[in-house]
């Protein structure tokens, strides 16, 4: 990933890619002109780069020419004219192909066609690197196309993004600018994870993911994942990671248009929290914040007993199995604390109290992410 002004861009198309299609356009192009020595004209700024290794792959001889289309300076009402620098050759009776290093709505275009018009030529050849087919307006033949590209922001190898960027051998796309929350949820059994999350989800529009409900759900309804899950489960022990992790990126992948997560008894591993991080990266996001409720040993064995009358949990029933889940807590997931410390992320809210005033000191956490 790169930054660019305030801007972040992720790897797009990588130079083996462009080289390629270079290639094969100059390819094509030379098998469609065969002994015609053509004026290859290169669209400034952005064409620079892909101009030179176009003619340097192009196997037979050529002429290379650039021209630029800059806007009138202080002219408001002609914005959409732009004026040609750098034609200073006759091209009357030559083949030209102009070689534009991208093709979206196409105005652009339409001027290269206004401003060749006048140039009695004897044909003109439209070759782009890459193409944006969402975005295209107009009629004009586009003859040759490298690489057909999704209408989103792209920088690099020649193309900028406010100044910046041309001199990048390979592609960079924008990240997606949508903004998600995405929380985790920390804390003990007992601790008033659940409670909170439905809270929180309602108030900031978030979908909330409990690995531990959605075990159950799965030992409910006697699935695979269930059964093997449950063998765990009773005993207070964590399911394997790899199986937990594949699960959570499934829960994700159902929701594509949150606007942010609720992650509720996951990470609890720093195998599980990498795993977290590689998924969010890959939909353009991160973990704001890990949320941690803080609460004594001894108030949540009395919860966990007053939950196990009512809730049916086998593993809320015997205090035994109850203070061996907040040891494994303690012991193998506390670590999560300074691996999201490390980030800057971790924020620990005391959990002693009514339900509404422990949402308000969450809430004060979120607000201020
Ligand atoms: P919870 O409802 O979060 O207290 O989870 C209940 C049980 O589900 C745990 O004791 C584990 O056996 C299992 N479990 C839930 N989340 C995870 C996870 N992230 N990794 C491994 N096991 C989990």
Redesign the pocket.
């Known amino acids: 990933m790169i930054k660019l002004h305030d801007t972040y861009f992720k790897p797009f198309i990588s130079e083996g890619e462009i080289d390629n299609a270079v290639r094969k356009m100059a390819s094509d192009i030379a098998n469609e002109l065969q002994d015609e020595v053509p004026v290859f004209v290169g669209i400034m700024n952005g064409s620079f780069m892909f101009t030179s290794d176009f003619v340097k792959v192009y196997p037979k001889p050529c002429e290379v020419t650039f021209i630029k289309l800059a806007s009138y300076e202080g002219v408001k009402s002609s914005e959409d004219i732009k004026r040609l620098i750098g034609l200073t050759q006759d091209l009357t009776g030559r083949t030209v192909v102009i070689l534009e290093d991208i093709i979206d709505s196409g105005k652009t275009l339409e001027e290269v066609h206004r401003i060749f018009e006048n140039e009695n030529v004897k044909k003109l050849i439209i070759a782009t690197l890459f193409y944006k087919p969402e975005a295209y307006k107009k009629d004009f033949k586009l003859h040759y196309i490298g690489i057909e590209i999704p209408n989103k922001f792209i920088v690099g190898y020649g193309l900028d993004y406010d100044g910046l960027g041309r001199d990048i051998p390979e592609v960079y796309q924008i990240k997606n600018t949508q903004h998600m929350t995405n929380l985790v949820l920390f804390g003990p059994?007992g601790a008033g994870?659940?409670t909170q999350a439905e809270f929180l989800k309602e108030k900031y529009n978030l979908v909330h993911i409990?690995?531990?409900?959605v075990?159950?759900y799965n030992i409910k309804n006697e699935t695979a994942l269930g059964l093997l899950?449950k063998s765990?489960?009773d005993k207070?022990?964590?399911?394997?990671?790899q199986v937990?992790i594949d699960m959570?990126n499934a829960e994700v992948e159902k929701n594509a248009d949150a606007q942010g997560f609720i992650f509720?008894?996951?990470?609890?591993?720093n195998e599980?929290a990498k795993a977290l991080d590689e998924l969010m990266v890959s939909k353009d996001s991160s973990i704001n914040a890990m949320i941690a409720l803080e609460v004594q040993d001894d108030v949540l064995v009395n919860r966990l007993l007053e939950r196990g009358k009512t809730s049916g949990r086998v593993?809320d029933a015997d205090e035994t199995i109850i203070r061996n889940?907040i040891k494994?807590y303690y012991s193998k997931t506390a670590i999560l604390k300074d691996y999201y410390s490390n980030q800057d992320k971790y924020f620990g809210v005391d959990g002693i109290g009514s339900i509404d005033d422990i949402t308000v000191r969450l809430s004060k956490v979120i607000d201020a992410l």
Request: no cysteine.
């Open positions: 059994p994870k659940g409990s690995t531990g409900d075990f159950r899950a765990y489960m207070g022990e964590l399911v394997p990671d937990t959570l509720d008894g996951f990470p609890r591993t599980q593993d889940r494994e």
